[in-house]
C-alpha cells in the first residue's frame, strides 16, 4: 500500500454544504479545521508506508481526525462513520472539499489504523506538543514553570477474582483439546469438563461465600487445569496444530496457572506480574489508594504541564513511583527549552531526599512543605505561600478531570497494549487542542468611539495571533 498526501484545508466559506446553509464558525470542529499540524503529521505517517506501490492509502488527516471525533464523542468505530456522514463540520474538519451524504470509510478502517500509527504515536503527540508550545508561547509570558502528577487510566476489564479467572481458563484449554482432537481424528480426552461445569455452577450461584468455598474451589480448578495442560502437551507433540493467536493465549494460560499455583500453595494475594485478564494480560492492578477506587486496572501515566502544554513523561501498564522520574521530567524541560525551571509544583510525593537535593543543586524551587513533623505554629506568609503553590499544582488535578470526563479516558475501551497506548496518546492530543481551542478561538469585543459614536464590535478570533491585522 502507498500514501499520498492530500490537499490543503479549504476555508469554512469555500465549503460546500449542499444544504444551503454555511458552516457556523463556532462549531468547535470547525474552529479545530486549521488549528492543527496536519502537514508534520502526514509526514510521519508515510513512515509507516515503505512500499511506493499498491492502492492508495486514505488520507492521515481523515482516518485521525475520526480518531479524535470518536474519542471527544464518545461513540463507537461504527457510529463515528455514520456521525462524519450526517455532520457537514466533521467532514469540514476531516479536510473534504463539500459536503458528502455518505460513508467516507468503512469502520474497519478505523481499527487497522490504530494498528497502523501504533509505532509513531509518540511522534504524533511530539508534534502536538512542539505546535501547542510554539502557539501557546505567542499569547503566554514565559513562567518557568513544571507541574507535575501520575494518575491511571482504568481499562474496561471484568473485576478479577481468582475463581472467574481459572474457570475461563479452564474453558480455554478445552476447545483446545477439542480442537486438536478433531485435527488428528482422535477420540477427546477425559477432562471431566462436566463434573468441573456442575462444581462452577453450584459455587458461582451463591454469591456470599465462606473462604474455605473459594479455597476449595481454587484448588479443584486447578487440579482441572494441571490435567488439561498435560492432554493440551501430548496433543501438541503428536501433531496437533494451534494458530498464532491460541498460542499466545496458551503461554498466557500458563502463566496463569503458575501465578494461581504459587499463590495457592503459599497461602499469598500476592506475586510479580499478576495476570486479572486472560484477554488482556498486559493489564496490572494499578494500587492507587482512592476512596472511590483504591485499585485500578489499566496503565499508570506521568503528566507534565509546562507552559500550557501537556506532556506524557512515562507510560507503563507496571505500577511504578512517580518520584523516580522527577529528574527526568526537569531534564525534558531543560531539552525543550534550554534551560531549567525554575519552580516545580508537586504532591508530597515528590519530595524525596534526593528530588530535594537536586533541585536545591540546581536552583529549583519545589514546592511542599519540609520533611518531617509539621511545626506547631507556621509562619502565616508561608502558609500563604504553600496554599497558593497547592492551588497552582490544582490545574493538573483539573487536567486529569477533563482528560477522563471528557476526552475519552475515564474508561478506555480499547483491548491490545498498542491501541490503548494509542487512545492514551490520543486523548493527551485532546487535551492539547482543548488549550489551543481555549486561547485562539475566544469570543473578542472592541469598543470603538468615533465622532461621537460608539461601536461594540463581537468577533471570534479563529487564526493565529501573530496572522490578525489590527
Given amino acids: ?18 444544504l444551503g446553509c454555511p458552516l457556523s464558525a463556532d462549531n468547535e470542529w470547525v474552529q479545530l479545521a486549521n488549528q492543527l499540524p496536519w502537514s508534520e503529521w502526514d509526514e510521519v505517517y508515510q513512515l509507516a508506508f515503505p512500499s511506493n506501490l499498491g492502492r492508495a492509502g486514505k488520507p492521515f488527516r481523515q482516518l485521525y481526525g475520526a480518531q479524535l471525533i470518536k474519542q471527544r464523542t464518545g461513540l463507537s468505530d461504527r457510529e463515528v462513520v455514520d456521525a462524519i456522514r450526517d455532520t457537514p463540520a466533521y467532514q469540514y474538519f476531516l479536510g473534504f472539499s463539500e459536503y458528502q451524504p455518505v460513508r467516507p470509510f468503512d469502520h ?12 509513531i504515536s509518540d511522534q504524533i503527540l511530539n508534534i502536538m506538543a512542539k505546535y501547542t508550545g510554539k502557539l501557546l508561547n505567542e499569547a503566554l509570558p514565559d513562567k518557568r514553570v513544571v507541574i507535575t502528577d501520575a494518575t491511571a487510566f482504568p481499562v474496561n476489564v471484568a473485576y478479577p477474582q481468582d475463581t472467574h479467572l481459572l474457570n475461563g481458563t479452564r474453558l480455554k484449554l478445552e476447545a483446545d483439546i477439542k480442537l486438536m482432537s478433531n485435527q488428528l481424528k482422535l477420540a477427546p480426552p477425559r477432562t471431566r469438563k462436566r ?25 479443584a480448578q486447578l487440579q482441572y487445569i494441571r490435567r488439561d ?153 508561608k502558609r500563604r505561600e504553600e496554599q497558593d503553590a497547592e492551588n497552582r499544582r490544582g490545574e493538573i ?18 483491548k491490545t497494549a498498542e491501541t490503548i497506548a494509542v487512545t492514551v496518546d490520543t486523548g493527551v492530543v ?39 491585522v489590527a
Fill in 397 to 414: 488535578e483539573r487536567e486529569f478531570s477533563l482528560i477522563k470526563s471528557k476526552l475519552g479516558l475515564g474508561l478506555v475501551t480499547a
Fill in 108 to 119: 474497519v478502517t478505523l481499527v487497522y489504523f490504530r494498528k497502523r500509527i501504533a509505532p
Fill in 1 to 18: 500500500m502507498v500514501y499520498r498526501k492530500k490537499t490543503v484545508q479549504l476555508s469554512i466559506n469555500s465549503f460546500e454544504t449542499a
Fill in 229 to 381: 495442560l498435560r492432554f493440551v502437551d501430548e496433543l501438541l507433540a503428536q501433531g496437533g496444530q494451534l494458530s498464532e493467536r491460541r498460542l499466545k493465549v496458551l503461554s498466557t494460560v500458563r502463566k496463569v496457572y503458575e501465578q494461581q499455583d504459587y499463590m495457592y500453595r503459599n497461602h499469598t494475594h500476592h506475586v510479580s506480574d499478576r495476570i486479572v485478564s486472560l484477554t488482556q494480560p498486559e493489564i496490572r492492578p494499578i494500587v492507587r489508594g482512592k476512596a472511590k477506587q483504591p485499585v485500578e486496572f489499566g496503565p499508570k501515566v506521568d503528566l507534565s504541564i509546562t507552559d500550557g502544554v501537556v506532556n506524557i513523561e512515562r507510560f507503563s501498564f507496571d505500577s511504578f513511583n512517580e518520584s523516580t522520574d522527577f529528574a527526568s521530567t526537569i531534564d525534558h524541560y531543560k531539552d525543550v527549552h534550554g534551560v531549567y525551571p525554575d519552580e516545580v509544583l508537586a504532591d508530597t510525593l515528590y519530595r524525596t531526599r534526593a528530588n530535594i537535593k537536586l533541585c536545591k543543586d540546581l536552583g529549583i524551587k519545589l514546592s511542599g512543605p519540609k520533611l518531617g513533623r509539621r511545626p506547631k505554629h507556621v509562619d502565616p506568609a
Fill in 195 to 219: 463434573e468441573a461445569k456442575k462444581q462452577w455452577v453450584a459455587f458461582s450461584r451463591h454469591p456470599h461465600r465462606w473462604g474455605k468455598q473459594t479455597h476449595k474451589q481454587i484448588k
Fill in 430 to 468: 485532546l487535551a492539547n487542542l482543548k488549550r489551543v481551542l481555549s486561547f485562539f478561538c475566544v469570543p473578542i469585543s472592541i469598543f470603538v468611539e468615533m465622532d461621537g459614536v460608539k461601536l461594540q464590535i463581537d468577533y471570534k478570533m479563529i487564526n493565529r495571533l501573530s496572522n490578525l
